[in-house]
């Protein structure tokens, strides 16, 4: 599995009041979310992320509450996957579940950059500077889970 897309770049701490604030949490609907999606961070994303963009973050992203909705707001927007030094441990699991390949990787790169990451052969390259990063490759297990659109779906689709 092979993803392509501009990177937008985020700190430290991203937590998920920052990625859809408490009161948009009324809703569901994931068009909803996603039209909010990062807002306490840089309240203009939504309207400037494009499918396909990856979110490149620092430590500790998705802390905060276990709320579904931010990984579900993160997807929805367009958002191929999320690279970061580190996620909250529910949060990665959240992104899982859903079909959002998050990676565990500290890399060099800058919001603009296009990044090419292979989740099976375990590896980020970026595309505009040419460097490469080695990444721990996903299980046969979790790639199947992402293949499938998310856990419900692989659920669905092998009983």
């Known amino acids: ?9 985020f700190g430290d701490n991203i937590d998920t009041d920052v990625i859809i604030p408490g009161r948009y949490l009324r809703t569901f609907s ?3 979310l996603s039209a909010h999606v990062m807002e306490g961070e840089r ?11 990856i ?3 620092g ?8 709320r579904e909705q931010a990984t579900i707001a993160i997807k929805n ?4 996957a999320i690279v970061a030094k580190s996620f909250a441990r529910i949060f990665y699991r959240n992104a899982i579940n859903i079909g959002l390949p998050v990676v565990i ?4 790169a800058d919001e603009g950059d296009i990044i090419e990451i292979d989740l099976k052969s375990g590896s980020i390259h970026n595309l505009i500077t040419n ?29």
């Open 1 to 9: 599995m092979t993803l392509k897309g501009k990177v937008w770049k």
């Open 30 to 32: 994931p068009n909803d």
């Open 43 to 53: 309240p203009d994303f939504a309207s400037i992320v494009q499918k396909g963009d």
């Open 55 to 57: 979110i490149l973050g």
């Open 59 to 66: 430590r500790n992203f998705g802390c905060g509450s276990s």
């Open 77 to 80: 927007s367009g958002v191929d």
């Open 105 to 108: 990787a500290d890399i060099d």
């Open 131 to 159: 460097k490469s990063f080695k990444i721990r490759p996903f299980k046969d297990f979790l790639l199947n889970i992402l293949l499938d659109g998310g856990i419900v779906n692989h659920y669905i689709k092998h009983n």
